[in-house]
Structures are given as C-alpha cells and as structure tokens.
C-alpha cells in the first residue's frame, strides 16, 4: 500500500525551528509534486510549499516566504520542510501529499504531524 508518512512535529518556542520528514513507502518520489499543507483549527487547509521532484523547482507561500525550506533527500526518498523563525501563527497540523506530474489533484497524503509554537 502506498503510503507518506510525515514526522518531526513538536512544541517549540517562538523563534525556533522544526525540521519535518515526509517519507514514502512503496512508490518513488521521482516525478511527483510533493506539498507541504497545514490547517489550524478553525481554519482551511492551506499550501505551504511544494517541489516538483522532476526539476527540483520550488515554491512557498508568502506567510513562510525567507522562513522555510522544502528539499529532497533522493537516497531516503523522503522531503523535508525545514522550518526556521517559527511564529504562534505556525501553529496547525502538517501534512504532506503527492500529486503525480499530469494529475490535476493531490494523490496521496500523509496522515499530518502536529506542530505547536508556544512559550
């Protein structure tokens, strides 16, 4: 069964950083798009960043433009969102999700870590 599993979330403080894990199992992450999303509660799911593994390009969200990074480990066949200068607004469960090139949607998802910002 194809699976993401994501990992990494936590508490932190105000100013400090997380480095989330997204790692696939059962299918490679080569020519797949691979989203970082997030949701707080009472709120949408909202992209956070995304790679597109075929060229490497990426792309962010103005709120964690200059903050996050998003990368690719193809050994591991794992991404990760590493996330430095977290704020409180941070604050939501993280998933990741795989769209294959040529699909208009998100094909799988990962089960979401939760990542706190808090003093």
């Known amino acids: 069964q194809v699976q993401l599993v994501e990992s990494g979330g936590g508490l932190v403080q105000p100013g400090g950083s997380l480095r989330l894990s997204c790692a696939a199992s059962?299918?490679?992450?080569?020519?797949?798009?691979i989203g970082w999303f997030r949701q707080a509660p009472g709120k949408e799911r909202e992209g956070v960043s995304c790679?597109?593994?075929?060229?490497?390009?990426?792309s962010y969200a103005d709120s964690v433009k200059g903050r996050f990074i998003i990368s690719r480990d193809n050994a591991k066949n794992t991404v990760y969102l590493q996330m430095n200068s977290l704020k409180a607004e941070d604050t939501a469960i993280y998933y990741c999700?795989?769209?294959?090139?040529?699909?208009?949607?998100?094909?799988?998802w990962g089960q979401g870590t939760q990542v706190t910002v808090s003093s």
């Open positions: 059962r299918f490679s992450l080569d020519y797949y798009v």
């Open positions: 999700a795989a769209q294959s090139l040529g699909s208009s949607r998100y094909d799988y």
């Open positions: 790679i597109d593994t075929s060229d490497g390009s990426t």
